[in-house]
């Protein structure tokens, strides 16, 4: 079955960086553009980034941009968020979520996601 | 940036009555690029919906979606006791917003 796992969330002070990981499985990784959403506490969900499924494109939500950089890695099955420069306003639980369908091009309709990993930037 | 603004912000209804979540956007949504998904405390979201009538595989049907341009419903015929959650719609297409959400709560 298909299965979205991430790892990599913590606490961290503002201005520090921090690596997110989503293990996938289950399906054919390599075909499948992947996003990453994040939602604040008690907040309603807010889409971040996503890669394709080749990793050639990226596109990125204005909030993030220049801070934070989608990768995956296709022989690991894997997908990161590098997170530098974070902000108190960064705190979320981070959920990497596929889109559907597979294709060269993403859709932003996603059909699974992981149970999330939670970011907190304090001091 | 399309804002889209979902009502009520809590519905209070009884097992095996009926909901109807309302979602409106800013501007018209094209091609009807609107989808609807559930989330339940301490959980992931899970699509319900897209194109903003599809079901999306294993969702029952009592769960459908309608509308159009910029007004669209989700609309649940008979409230399981499982279905009480928060839901929330999106737009997508060049780039994608979510609503605020409409938590359904047992009355």
């Known amino acids: 079955q298909v299965q979205l796992v991430e790892s990599g969330g913590g606490v961290v002070q503002p201005g520090r960086s921090l690596r997110l990981s989503c293990a996938a499985s289950g399906f054919t990784f390599s075909s499948y553009a992947i996003h990453w959403v994040r939602q604040a506490p008690g907040k309603g969900l807010e889409w971040v980034a996503v890669?394709?499924?080749?990793?050639?494109?990226?596109y990125y939500a204005d909030f993030v941009k220049g801070r934070f950089t989608i990768s995956r890695d296709k022989s690991k099955n894997t997908l990161y968020l590098q997170m530098n420069s974070l902000r108190a306003e960064d705190t979320a639980v981070y959920y990497c979520?596929?889109?559907?369908?597979?294709?060269?091009?993403?859709?932003?309709?996603?059909?699974?996601w992981g149970q999330g990993t939670l970011v907190s930037v304090s001091s | 940036e399309i804002v889209l603004t979902q009502s009520p912000g809590t519905l209070s209804l009884s097992p095996g009555e009926r909901a109807t979540l309302s979602c409106r956007a800013s501007?018209?949504?094209?091609?009807?690029?609107l989808a609807w998904y559930q989330q339940k405390p301490g959980q992931a979201p899970r699509l319900l919906i897209y194109g903003a009538f599809t079901r999306a595989t294993g969702i029952p049907d009592r769960f459908s979606g309608s509308g159009s341009g910029t007004d669209f419903t989700l609309t649940i015929s008979r409230l399981e006791p499982e279905d009480f959650a928060v839901y929330y719609c999106q737009q997508y297409g060049r780039s994608t917003f979510f609503g605020g959400g409409t938590k359904v709560e047992i009355k």
């Open positions: 501007q018209s949504v094209s091609s009807n690029y």
């Open positions: 890669i394709s499924y080749d990793g050639s494109n990226k």
């Open positions: 979520a596929r889109d559907f369908p597979p294709g060269i091009r993403w859709n932003y309709i996603l059909d699974f």
